[in-house]
Nanobody, 127 residues
Framework: QLQLVESGGGVVQPGGSLRLSCAASGFTLDGYAIGWFRQAPGKEREGVSCISSSGGITKYADSVKGRFTISRDNAKKTVYLQMNSMRPEDTAVYYC????????????????????WGQGIQVTVSS
């Protein structure tokens, strides 16, 4: 099974930027779509963004459109989430997870069908 590890979290001021990385171990990433999720205290986990196995399709939640950018480098076995113009409501634990490319082809959802979850990483936006 594909294993994923998040990194790059931390504390940032409102309006600042962070870049999260999701690194795969053991297997290449090119057969999987990758989704980024977040969960804030007292809230359900929500899909933030996802990217197809080739990188040709990217999707974003309305709350992050224009501010966040998802990308991938399959040669480096890493998916990135660049977060700009960050807001306090972006504070959450962020997770990446994988969805087989064929499954994504059938259902290109950023919410359903993901497994092989990373451990999560804290992102805090605070003044």
């Amino acid at each position: 099974q594909l294993q994923l590890v998040e990194s790059g979290g931390g504390v940032v001021q409102p309006g600042g930027s962070l870049r999260l990385s999701c690194a795969a171990s053991g297997f290449t990433l090119d057969g999987y779509a990758i989704g980024w999720f977040r969960q804030a205290p007292g809230k359900e986990r929500e899909g933030v963004s996802c990217i197809s196995s080739s990188g040709g399709i990217t999707k974003y939640a309305d709350s992050v459109k224009g501010r966040f950018t998802i990308s991938r480098d399959n040669a480096k076995k890493t998916v990135y989430l660049q977060m700009n113009s960050m807001r306090p409501e972006d504070t959450a634990v962020y997770y990446c997870a994988a969805k087989p490319g064929l499954v994504f082809f059938a259902d290109s959802s950023c919410q359903r069908g993901y497994g092989s979850w990373g451990q999560g990483i804290q992102v805090t936006v605070s003044s």
